[in-house]
Each structure stands twice: as C-alpha cells, then as structure tokens.
C-alpha cells in the first residue's frame, strides 16, 4: 500500500500529513457539499482512502503507530471480483440504501473501482465520472460495446460547478466567488 511504502522509504508521519495537507479540492467542491448540505441531501464518501459536512464517510480506519500509518480494512470481501478485498463500494452504498428511501442517487467518482457501483446503479441515477480519469475511460469502454454495463445518466465532470448546475439546473449561478439561489 501507499502508506507502507511511504513509512519504507523513511517519510515521517510529519512529511505524510504535510503532503496530504497540501492537496488542494477540486474547484467548486466546497460549494457542492455545502449546497448539497442546506439541500437537505445525504453525502455519502465511500472511499477507500482512509478516515463535516459528510453524513457518512465509508472508509478503512486508519491510526498511528509512532511514524506509521496503519490501515484496517472497512470490510473484507472476496465476491466482487472488480473491487479491492478491503472495500466493494457496491456492496457498501447498498448496505447504505437498506431501509433508507431515495428519489435518485448521484455518484462521483473518478477511480478504476468507481467502476463497479457505476454497474449497479439504476436508469434514474447519475454517475459523474472525472474526465480523464480511469472511471471515465471505464464508461466509455463500456458504453461503445454493445452491451453497455451502466443504465444510469452519464455526466461526464472537471470542476464541482458542473455538477451543481446538473443536478440543480438555473437554481445556483455560479459569479466568480460568490453562489447566488435562484428561488
């Protein structure tokens, strides 16, 4: 994994943090969490990264021992054979859905194993893939063949702001800085 290659090669948990401190979001995706927040939305990350504004953050636990990270896998599954054996995000936002009721579901993703949930996810839901990313090229493959493996609504995305006016069509303009709501 990452991280124990990162602990081998003699990064401090310091040097760890302070690179991940230095990633910046993509353009826009305060605003989306925030608008889907005052919306009244679930937001949901399945990741399988590690551990405001999120109802729920699907994840593997993670901790340090000294200078090394530690990773315990949020599940440990062997029948997707799509997904890695600490996290099927089908599996996953399914066991989310149970008892739970939605008028649609939105799914963002840009990773290889955004693949599989993309699979399984209805005609009214929608998938936002990352352009060129590998769900992207995933998508494509698969809607040229001739038996394409997604039934939902394909939005293809490169800042969070397209994905505002998708899902909230006139309702929030985008001015520079500064969102206004159009009642």
């Excluded at 949901?44 to 636990?61: C, E, M, P």
């Excluded at 090394?68 to 599954?77: H, V």
């Excluded at 799914?107 to 009214?124: E, H, Q, S, V």
Aim: charged share 20%; glycine share 4%; with cysteine.
């Amino acid at each position: 994994m990452v991280f124990e290659h990162a602990y081998s090669a003699g990064l401090s948990q310091e040097d760890i943090l302070d690179s991940i401190a230095s990633m910046r979001p993509n353009p826009g995706v305060e605003k989306l969490i925030s608008i889907l927040a005052a919306e009244g939305w679930d937001i949901v990350l399945i990741t399988d990264a590690n551990t405001s504004n999120i109802t729920k953050i699907i994840t593997n636990r993670a901790f340090w021992q000294g200078d090394r990270l530690f990773i315990e896998p949020c599940m440990r599954q062997t029948t997707c054979p799509r997904c890695p054996s600490n996290l099927c995000k089908s599996r996953a936002l399914a066991e989310w859905c149970t008892n739970r009721s939605y008028d649609r579901i939105v799914y963002c993703g840009d990773g290889r194993n955004d693949f599989c949930p993309a699979t399984f996810l209805p005609a009214n839901a929608i998938v936002f893939p990352r352009r060129g990313y590998p769900l992207d090229d995933l998508i494509k493959k698969t809607m040229a063949s001739p038996t394409p493996q997604v039934k939902a609504r394909i939005v293809p995305w490169s800042d969070c702001y397209s994905i505002i006016q998708t899902i909230f069509p006139g309702k929030f303009v985008e001015t520079n800085t500064v969102t206004t709501q159009h009642m």
